[in-house]
């Protein structure tokens, strides 16, 4: 059985796509059977919000502010799930098995500077990432919530 969180330069990234059902976990017992059901329930609700989206924007068509509303909206969740997609590819999942076995393999060498590097540019990585985070979140609530009906 894997440790869930192996990854250092990624633990962030790699919490929040577990939580979605998203990162690719392979695992041998009934828990896998469960997170794959659990992927795609949540797959499958977002492609039909993302076909609601489409709908809307296709019955809205007179109107060509709300329909680029729409459209934008159906844009972003489009590449949300070509990147779902990416993630569950078999070419992402043995990039991310090698780099699970590189980054082993560092860890477990006996230089400590490389070590300690290695987990600052994580934290630093991790602190840029839940920046921009916070930035995007605040920014498209900010334009969402302020448009003109």
Known sequence: MENMYTHIHMKIV???????????????DYKQKAYDAYFYISFS?????????????????????????????TIVYIICVYKVLIYHSKIIRSLIKVIEKKEKYILDSDNTEVKKNISKCSEIGASVNIVFSLLGNICSNTVYYNADP
């Open 45 to 73: 609700y977002f492609i039909v919000c993302l076909m609601t989206k489409v709908a809307v924007a296709f019955e809205t068509i007179d109107d060509i502010i709300e329909t680029a509303d729409n459209l934008g909206v």
């Open 14 to 28: 790699q919490r929040l796509l577990l939580m979605l059902g998203i990162w690719p976990v392979q695992r041998d």
